[in-house]
Structure formats: C-alpha cells, structure tokens
T-cell receptor, first 112, second 113 residues
Framework: DVKVTQSSRYLVKRTGEKVFLECVQD?????MFWYRQDPGLGLRLIYF???????EKGDIPEGYSVSREKKERFSLILESASTNQTSMYLC???????????FGPGTRLLVL | DQQVKQNSPSLSVQEGRISILNCDYT??????FLWYKKYPAEGPTFLIS?????DKNEDGRFTVFLNKSAKHLSLHIVPSQPGDSAVYFC????????????FGTGTRLKVLA
C-alpha cells in the first residue's frame, strides 16, 4: 500500500512566522504535489515536483515555496504566514504524471 | 475562473437508491477525468476514472458517464450505502506540457439509513 504521511495533523502559527509542512511518501514515486482545500473552492494546486530538485508552480503559488532535496520528501514553506493561509493542506504523490494521485491525511493549519 | 464545477454542494439520498453526482467542465483540452472520495480527517482516495475517448466506465457499484459534447460527467452509485457518505471531488487532467489536475469544489453526499 502506498503511504503518504504529513508531519502534523494540526498546526497553529502566528502571522509572520515561517512555517514548514513536511510530506513523505514511501513508494518511490516521481511526482509530488501540494494542494490546499478550502470550503467552496475545492482542492487547488500550489506547487508540484516531477523530480528531485525540480519544481513547478501550480495555480496559487503566491506566498509559498517548496523544497525537494530527496525523492521521498516534499516540503511546503510559508515564508511569512498570513491569516489567509489558514487552510487544510494536502500532499499527494504519483508514480507518473498520468497516474492517479495518492493523498496524505492533510494538515489543518490555523494562522492567528 | 473555475474550469471544473460541481454545482451541487450537497446531496442526500436514501440507502439503496441511486446517487448521481454531477461535474461540468469548460476546457476541451482535458483528456482524463477522475473521481475521488474524501472522508473527514482523511486525504482523498481515488474512486474511478474515465478517458476522454470513452463515454462510460463501470467498477462495481460505481459508474462514471462522460458527455463530451456537453462537457459534463456524472458519477452514479447504485445502490447507495451509508458508508458512501463522504465528499466527492471530480478532477480533470490538463494534457498540455506537464500534466496537472484541476479539481472541482466537491459535493457532500449523505446516504440516509
């Protein structure tokens, strides 16, 4: 079974803090993704990566950056957290771009 | 601009009856469509998919229909069970350059026992 884990289920941070969200997959997948899920907006793609050290912007990259130093790990970084980044963050991985994605359980982030 | 739309935020169905979840899209470049199911406090899990060259795909109680001319797809669940109660997302693959998926806003299905 594919396992995608996220470092925290719940996080509370202050405005202006730097926030790291970690995601690890154990199936040697090439591709990894970060989404955020908001009521009425569905899942929106923030960034994705198709190889180590490679990244591409998704639909809403502003205010975020990512890091992929190892194949199994994909980190999402909020450089300076703001209240409008309060959301559910979902990480996913897939063996190829044309394959279905496997999601982690999500991290619910609250920025005060 | 929402390229993939699920216009019904919620749906209630009696156990044993058919559930029909709908999804509309605007981009004719989408070549592959998927449905995901999401329970509270869990990530979405893949349910069923369909290629744009087909108009129907079936997997047990789940059937997805695609009407390309109307840019519309639907997920049928027959018979509906209480365990099907979840949020359902449709997603479309954009086949240009690097592939990426566009998700709809989700429909919350409640199956009443």
């Amino acid at each position: 079974d594919v396992k995608v884990t996220q470092s925290s289920r719940y996080l509370v941070k202050r405005t202006g803090e730097k926030v790291f969200l970690e995601c690890v997959q154990d199936m040697d997948h090439e591709n990894m993704f970060w989404y955020r899920q908001d009521p009425g907006l569905g899942l929106r793609l923030i960034y994705f990566s198709y190889d180590v050290k490679m990244k591409e912007k998704g639909d809403i990259p502003e205010g975020y950056s990512v890091s992929r130093e190892k194949k199994e790990r994909f980190s999402l970084i909020l450089e300076s957290a703001s209240t409008n980044q309060t959301s559910m963050y979902l990480c996913a991985s897939s063996p190829g771009m044309v394959e279905t994605q496997y999601f982690g359980p999500g991290t619910r982030l609250l920025v005060l | 601009d929402q390229q993939v739309k699920q216009n019904s935020p919620s749906l209630s169905v009696q156990e044993g009856r058919i559930s029909i979840l709908n999804c509309d899209y605007t981009n004719s470049m989408f070549d592959y469509f998927l449905w995901y199911k999401k329970y509270p406090a869990e990530g979405p899990t893949f349910l069923i998919s369909i290629s744009s060259i087909k108009d129907k795909n079936e997997d047990g109680r789940f059937t997805v229909f695609l009407n390309k001319s109307a840019k519309h797809l639907s997920l049928h669940i027959v018979p509906s069970q209480p365990g099907d109660s979840a949020v359902y997302f449709c997603a479309a693959r954009q086949a240009s350059g690097t592939y990426k998926y566009i998700f709809g806003t989700g429909t919350r299905l409640k199956v009443l026992a």
